[in-house]
């Protein structure tokens, strides 16, 4: 199967930086994409970025965060700055992959366990 496992979120003052890593691994054959989304206290789920075919932002970060992936460890990274409070929240890692279980092929969407993230005024 397949894992995704998040890194590097904590506690930073408002105007601050952070960078979050992202690993998937299993048996994966190609990742066709990996994003970041985020969760904060009494709201929605919400995208944050993804990169794939293309890269998205949510307007609230355009300037501010920014997406990258490292193909060869299958791992995304983001790149917090000028951090607000508004961006406290839990912020989980997607993958879509392509992975192989015996001999056949299947196309998944998996999400990590989530890291916080707490931006103090």
């Known amino acids: 199967q397949v894992q995704v496992v998040e890194s590097g979120g904590g506690l930073v003052q408002a105007g601050g930086s952070l960078r979050l890593s992202c690993v998937a691994s299993?048996?994966?054959?190609?990742?066709?994409?990996m994003g970041w989304y985020r969760q904060g206290p009494g709201k929605e789920r919400e995208l944050v970025a993804t990169?794939?075919?293309?890269?998205n932002y949510a307007d609230s970060v355009k300037g501010r965060f920014t997406i990258s992936r490292d193909n060869a460890k299958n791992t995304v990274y983001l790149e917090m700055s000028s951090l607000r409070p508004e961006d406290t929240a839990v912020y989980y890692c997607?993958?879509?992959?392509?992975?192989?279980?015996?001999?056949?092929?299947?196309?998944?969407?998996?999400w990590g366990q989530g890291t916080q993230v707490t931006v103090s005024s």
């Open positions: 997607n993958a879509v992959v392509m992975y192989k279980r015996g001999t056949y092929l299947y196309n998944g969407d998996y």
């Open positions: 299993g048996s994966i054959i190609r990742v066709n994409a």
């Open positions: 990169d794939g075919s293309t890269t």
